[in-house]
């Protein structure tokens, strides 16, 4: 069963990828999100993460399963942190292991890419422009922003 799973703690890269480790694996690729300085041109001081965790789990294994079986020979790993995080924390650690690089590569980009599509995890940034929910829009306001 792969690692995947949502954490409150500082994220770790050894540990995704000692979960992928293999004496057929001859390639293991890895992604570290981290919280950068800025965004959209303004500034960025932390970013708060929240979740479902139930279903972020739950959704992160399904995703886990889904690319194992999709690319041949690959194992995979992933881990998303929530809550408050500053600049150069650790947001998300994703590895793929495989006998050959290609499939690696794109097993670890499918992962992120799938992460960041379906599991609710919800980012507020603070910084220059004030706290505010990224990628969401407040129904109440119309097209207009009013």
Known sequence: ????????????????????ERPEAGAVATFVGVVRNHNDGLGVT???YHCYAAMADKEMAAIAAEVEAEVEG???????????????DVAVVCAASSPHREEAFRACREVIDRVK??????????GDGGPHWVGWKDARIGPDGR
């Open 1 to 20: 069963m792969p690692l995947t799973g949502i954490r409150e703690t500082p994220l770790e890269l050894e540990e995704v990828m000692r979960a992928v």
């Open 46 to 48: 932390q970013l708060d």
């Open 74 to 88: 690959v194992c995979v790993a992933c881990l998303h942190r929530v809550g408050v995080l500053g600049v150069g």
């Open 117 to 126: 599509a379906r599991v609710p995890i919800w980012k507020r940034e603070h």
